[in-house]
């Protein structure tokens, strides 16, 4: 967390309710051009007057869909996606509950394709109908077959991620074992001829070269799985940051393009 106590110009975004008042028991009303301060240090989360730089971060902690234009003075703290301060003066207030909406549906579009295998034709493109338009008579209909189709795809994926790891993991660790056991008995069983000593010898290699080889595999079978897992994890978050940052751009547009704000930014 990095703090500073300066005023500055910069603009940041604030979410309120409808009635346009701070929450929490303060109960003081939000007024395009006024002022709120709080007495003593800030810390995150807990006390001092929040906002964010980018419209998706603040969006994530909207209590309601106003949407104040803000700069913060006094003492500020910054974090990974908010900032508290001692004073957050409101330069410019929207009430954004149809660009939200639009917004939502134009983000569920993106990858709307993803759930056609899990709906029936109809509820698909009822769907899709619903994400195109708005139209409030779709909307419940809508919403359930998201659901139904969402709850569908999840069971489907996790079932399949879940055997194919388990099946990858042990067919590997098998396979590896096997072919060192069998290696380890050919080995014994030729050194027989070389005597009673000898095989026995062998045989014990035999056994412990199976137990090793057994061992490994399933250790080099466990590193394979959480490699796979550790590449996958960061592949998703890479492409969680893509499409934030492509939804924070979408959204700040049509913000933009809504209240005619871009001058305002800092």
């Known amino acids: 967390m990095e703090t500073s ?49 980018r419209i998706i971060d603040a969006l994530r902690y909207a209590p309601g869909p106003i949407l104040h234009l803000v700069t913060l003075g006094g003492e500020v703290a910054h974090g990974d996606d908010k900032s508290v301060a001692t004073e ?9 509950t149809e660009i939200l909406g639009e917004f939502a549906r134009k983000q569920a579009l993106i990858n709307i394709k993803l759930i056609k295998p899990y709906c029936k034709a109809e509820e698909y493109e009822l769907i899709v109908e619903y994400l195109k338009s708005g139209r409030e008579d779709l909307r419940a209909a809508a919403k359930s077959a ?21 099946y990858a993991a042990w067919s590997a660790a098998w396979s590896a074992a096997w072919s060192a056991a069998r290696s380890a008995e050919f080995a014994a069983w ?8 000898a095989r026995s010898a062998a045989e ?6 199976r137990s090793a080889a057994w061992s490994a595999a399933r250790s080099a079978a466990r590193s ?43």
């Open 88 to 96: 957050r003066t409101y330069v410019a207030s929207f009430d954004a």
């Open 204 to 209: 014990s290699a035999a056994r412990s070269a």
């Open 146 to 166: 998201a659901r139904s189709a969402a709850r569908s795809a999840a069971e489907s994926a996790a079932k399949s991620a879940e055997f194919a790891a388990e």
């Open 5 to 53: 106590n300066t005023s500055t110009s910069e603009t940041y975004f604030y979410f309120s309710t409808p009635d346009r008042r701070l929450r929490y028991g303060d109960g003081r009303e939000i007024k395009t051009g006024g002022t709120h301060t709080v007495k003593g240090s800030v810390k995150l989360c807990e006390h001092g007057l929040h906002a964010s730089k």
């Open 224 to 266: 394979a799985e959480y490699a796979a897992w550790s590449a996958a994890r960061s592949a998703a978050r890479s492409a969680e940051y893509a499409a934030e940052y492509a939804a924070n751009k979408m959204l700040l547009q049509m913000i933009k393009d809504a209240t005619g704000w871009d001058r305002r930014f800092s």
């Open 190 to 197: 030729s050194a027989r001829y070389a005597g009673s000593a």
